[in-house]
């Protein structure tokens, strides 16, 4: 029953802006207990949230759809009890 967040991890998830094979196996082993977060805990981190949010879709991208899915949005929305809410539009 445990979750995790995988928010400040973005550079250790796809150095180089591909996705690590240690990432890719955790993600492919838990699909339904990673959420993905973005901090900005400091106001520098706006600065450069755009480009962060870009480097976690390219590797989300580069997982099978429908994990990449759960991880993006679908796990937050099943941990807050929110199943049936609308999608994100893409």
Do not use: C
């Amino acid at each position: 029953n445990v979750w995790t967040d995988i928010s400040i991890r973005e550079y250790s998830i796809a150095p180089n802006g591909k996705l690590a094979d240690e990432w890719r196996a955790l993600f492919l082993k838990h699909p339904t207990r990673i959420t993905i977060g973005t901090d900005t805990w400091i106001p520098e981190r706006w600065t450069s949230y755009e480009n962060l949010i870009e480097h976690n879709r390219a590797w989300l991208n580069q997982l099978p759809r429908d994990i990449a899915e759960n991880i993006a949005y679908r796990n937050a929305f099943a941990l807050f009890g929110m199943e049936g809410a609308d999608e994100p539009q893409k």
